[in-house]
């Protein structure tokens, strides 16, 4: 059984992340979604609450767990016994930051491998940061999230 890990901020979670989170869900017998504790980013929600708002957003998918965590991935990997990290890949600019962190993950947990699923061209543009940007001026998220999620932000925002 191989077990894998989708790790991130989630600040908030996205249509994009959940779409690979789908598409990582049926290809491995188990997904944890990693919700890191203190990224080095400005964050709008508490890991409470991105944990919440993550659990609600894969409740459809019976095999995908949410967990927080702190330190290094590859410490939670060992932890929950995971042998794949998943990543999403959006553009290019991904792909050299993902590279990087892979070879570091790699140095640091070498059984560990990286499985990378590229974005859908309909989520190639959105990241979180931009969502929140365009949330807080008032613009149109509809499609970009679920409505749990806009609900959530219209609040933080309101």
Request: charged share 25%.
């Amino acid at each position: 059984m191989i077990v894998a890990i989708y790790p991130g901020s989630f600040d908030p979670i996205t249509n994009g992340h959940i779409d690979v989170a789908t598409r990582a869900a049926r290809l491995f017998a188990r997904l944890i979604i990693g919700v890191y504790d203190t990224p080095e980013k400005r964050l709008l929600f508490t890991l409470e609450e991105r944990v919440e708002l993550v659990k609600q957003a894969v409740a459809h998918l019976d095999n995908v767990e949410v967990k927080p965590f702190s330190g290094l991935t590859v410490d939670f990997a060992r932890k929950v016994e995971a042998q794949v990290t998943v990543r999403g890949l959006r553009v290019s600019a991904d792909f050299e930051h993902e590279f990087d962190m892979a070879m570091m993950n790699r140095r640091l947990g070498p059984k560990l491998e990286l499985v990378c699923l590229m974005a859908r061209p309909e989520y190639q543009f959105l990241s979180s940061s931009l969502l929140k940007e365009v949330a807080r001026l008032g613009g149109s998220i509809k499609n970009l999230v679920p409505e749990h999620v806009a609900q959530a932000l219209k609040e933080k925002e309101g």
